[in-house]
């Protein structure tokens, strides 16, 4: 018993030492619940595995091509329909956000990603680019230091995805 | 001798000089006269310029629904489809022919679509088919290639006009998008020499001349179609002589000015063809709207007779009120086609034993949902003149759902009378509002003013501002969260009887709904649950009403109410929509969308004007509201919101809290699932008492709406930073942990207390422990 706390003390210290969450991170699944039955009818939001249906897409692709004219206001009412498809996708999210981003409306960008973010389930490289929108927001504020800040995370994000 | 010439010059000048005392005043008289003609005829000229220029731009702006999209893997069923089809006057055949028809084949159908310039360009007629499965959209084919599509959407429905002060309303017709058999017959019927004759038809006036003195009454006119417009500019009902001298000139005035085919389309969209109530119906575009709920181009040859005909005389050929009479009128009418070959001679017998097409109930003003129009016109006020908005013809792309408003009208009206009955309330005596909008996105999908929704009267969604009772109290619980080291769901409040002393004396001592006390150790989540008054007094007060303010600022209230603490029971106003908007900040987990009733705006030639784009921002930590949406699934789960799961399948998470003001008058419910959020009030406008809390009350509406919906779960991504614990909830409020039954509560990582003991998860051997456990080690 004593050993086994001790084995755990070392460990935890070792691990808190690194920068505490890691331990607790990952592996987290929805423990059975017993306030109702499993629901029906939800999208599982888990993961990689949140790929965009076809319809939406499609109307992806269509903005990524108004993009590339340069018509700003069609890309992002066309990502806004994509939206009106799959109103928790964080890419779509995301590239909305580049298309604020390329209009120069960047507290916009800034809160899109963000959202993005927050749907977002491990897929690091999604949010490490939002990190990188954000921190370009920052620092056309004037805010270095919370631009850095959110660089490194970008980074950290990304040898994450890397791994 | 000269005697002689005398008298004979004398004679001559005798009859000169009578002539010429009067030509001196003769000049000067027709000099007047010609100028006075002259003077009257530029002030004629002005006038009929301005009126024509001003009819070519006083067109009201158009209000648009979204689109309805159809994609593989849609939750939808075919009725809801046929429906909106029905709605958008698109015509069921056995087999699909023109555009704006439609096809069901058992799971199948197959639509031909209107072509329709929508804000982000124009998109053809398209011609598909759908096939259902299992309530879902299953597959989507394109007809024209044969190949798969991924997405496409129908045309969206016209739902109003804002209206130019006269109210009148146009459906603006461009003179080459009209139907040649219109004009032709037009022409053929009113006037032959439209294009030859300068305004005015001498040989048409003389024929009818002749015509009527014959009959010995008025049976033919001689006016031209010139004649008609400007008849139809100053639409009065004497026609003197004078009056139509002045017409005349103004016809020939006109033709100087204007070319055929300019006084042609002016033509086609001021006649005037109709009355409904006090809607006068000018055009061919709109009247064929109000007959036959189908634009123009769809009309068959009948039909088009039948609106030339009503040009004589629209009341009096109306076919709704004389059938016979407007039948007759039609075929007189269909026999001059013949006569000038627009119809086969030996079609025309079976044309005209063709019967009345005419929709018996006129669409509804175009006017149809005039509380969510109210909303659009509000938000589009601060960024265009009101006279903008009502004389350049703007196109407005709202994002309206017709579907959930016909849902949200029909349940409200149903239950409103159900409830009266119940509770043995005169019938009338109630009114609702009710506000829908799409959880993300911000959208408001339906609006709904009162029971009587066809009336554009007090919109109680937008203007009744009543108190809000415990709707108030997410905001006061999700303060409280907001500090997790001294409150979590666990968290022990105190419901003893409480008395607080005013500033004027006076003592105030609420009571819960149940009229009891609950002891002091009632845990936090079955305080919010079951909507406990006075243990969320002291809460209120503990975190500090000033707190629950800002919270409330930061939810997206506009408002500034006093910091007392009644405002934890919610004893201050608001409307429903602004009630919306704070839950929607709950429901999308702390992100603030300002609620929107509008997509876009194009200009009346469909150049884009102004956009209204997603615009979100995160003013609360998710954290929190995570832990508050998680309380607010039980408030439906064991709460005062239970008995909506009577209607509704327990399998949909839903989240929301029930509002009850003092002596029941107002009776409210706010909720959500994973993709709609609707507020309903239910209350009298006498402000009377309803007998109705918000369970009995505005909770029934609530659960019978939506049920009608294709629901989504309400189940948010658990941030990263809150962590479930099991614990006994028979158990919270002591400390011997008996585990068993299990629950799983949610807290702020790092903040589960001491003295929490949480449960061995029996399913799993792995136990989720919170940060603490390693100081824990050492107690």
Partial sequence: MLGNSIGYAATGCLLMAMGGCAVFKGQVTEPPSTSGQAATG???????????????QALMAQAASHVETGDYQKAAATLERALYIEPRNPVIYAQLADVMLAQGLLGEAENLARRSNSLARNQPDLQAKN????????????????????????RELKNLAGE | MARKNTSRKKKSSANHSWLSALLPPFVVLSSIVVVLATLYTVYLDHRVRSQFEGARWSLPAQVYARPMELYPGLRLQIEVLTDELQRLGYR?????????????????????????????GLQTTQKFRIEFAKGRIKGLTDLETGEARHITRLDPLLIGSIYPVQGEDRILLHINGVPQNLINGLLAVEDKNFYEHFGVDPKSIMRAMIANLQAGRV???????????????????????????????MAVLLELH????????????????????????????????????????????????????????????????????SVERRNLVLERFAANGLVDEAELSEIQARPLTVVENPPQGTTRFPAFVDLVRRQLRGHYREADLTSEGLRIFTTLDPHVQEIAERRLKTHLGKLESMRGLPAGKLEAATVITSVDGGKVLALVGGRDTGYAGFNRALDARRPIGSLVKPAVYLTALSRPHRYSPVTLLNDRRLELIQPNGDIWAPENYDKRFHGDEVPLYIALAKSYNVATVRLGMDIGIPSVIDTLGKLGSKGKPLAVPSLALGAFEMAPLEVAQIYNTLATGGYYTPLLSIQAVLSRDSEPLSRYPLRLRQTYDEGPVYILNWN??????????????????????????????????DSWFAGYSGNFLSVVWVGRDDNGPTKLSGATGALQIWAHIMN??????????????????????????????????????????????RDIEPCEDAHSHRQERDGNWFLDLFR
């Fill in chain 1, 42 to 56: 939800t999208r599982r939001e888990s993961g990689s595995e949140q790929a965009a249906g076809p319809a939406a």
């Fill in chain 1, 131 to 154: 990190w990188m929108t954000i921190a370009r927001a920052m620092r056309a504020r004037g805010e270095t230091a919370s631009a850095e800040a959110a660089e490194m995370r970008a």
């Fill in chain 2, 92 to 120: 069921h055949n056995a087999e699909v022919s023109g555009s704006g028809t439609y096809a069901v084949d058992g799971q199948n159908v197959t639509i031909v679509t209107r072509p329709f310039r929508f804000w982000d």
């Fill in chain 2, 219 to 249: 049976v033919q006119g001689g006016s031209t179609i010139t004649q008609q417009l400007v008849k139809n500019f100053f639409l009065t009902r004497e026609q003197t002589l004078i009056r139509k001298v002045r017409e005349a000139i």
């Fill in chain 2, 258 to 325: 204007y070319g055929k085919g300019e006084i042609l389309e002016a033509y086609l969209n001021e006649v005037y063809l109709g009355q409904d109530g006090a809607r006068a119906i000018h055009g061919f575009g709109l009247a064929s709207h109000f007959y036959f709920k189908k634009p123009l181009a769809e009309l068959k040859v009948e039909e088009v007779a039948l609106l030339i005909s009503l040009v004589k005389g629209p009341s009096y050929y109306d076919p709704r009120r004389s059938a016979e009479r």
């Fill in chain 2, 632 to 665: 607010m699934r039980q408030i439906m789960r064991i709460g005062t919101a239970r008995s909506a799961y009577n209607i509704i399948s327990r399998d949909i998470d839903l989240a929301g809290k029930t509002g009850t003001t003092d002596d029941l008058r």
């Fill in chain 2, 708 to 753: 009608d919906l294709e629901l989504e779960s309400f189940k948010p991504n658990r941030p990263d930073n809150v962590v479930m614990i099991p614990l006994d909830p028979d158990e919270v409020e002591h400390d011997d942990e008996d585990c068993d039954r299990i629950m799983y509560f949610p807290f702020i990582r790092g903040t589960v207390g």
